[in-house]
């Protein structure tokens, strides 16, 4: 039984370490697209730069998120799965 709990950890973490380097690696993409587009916007047109930089800080703000989202499902993979195995198996022996 002990083997088996240790195989789903494992997966648990791989998953988990995937999950979070999808997450960070399509945000930093999409972060650079962003940002670059936002310079360019400035650059054609200086006076809006104030509603360019908030717009784009508001959209950098929504991408990031979803990156936190990513690691909250990784954190919960990591530390509540193995942990409600753990728990199942101690109620079912009483």
Known sequence: MEAEALKFFIACVTAA??????????????????????????ARNPESSGKVTVTMLIGLAMIESLCIYALVVALILIYAAPMATTVTELLTKQ
């Open 17 to 42: 370490g995937f999950g979070i380097a999808i997450a960070a690696f399509g945000c930093g993409i999409a972060q650079g697209l962003g940002l670059k587009a936002a310079v360019e916007g400035i």
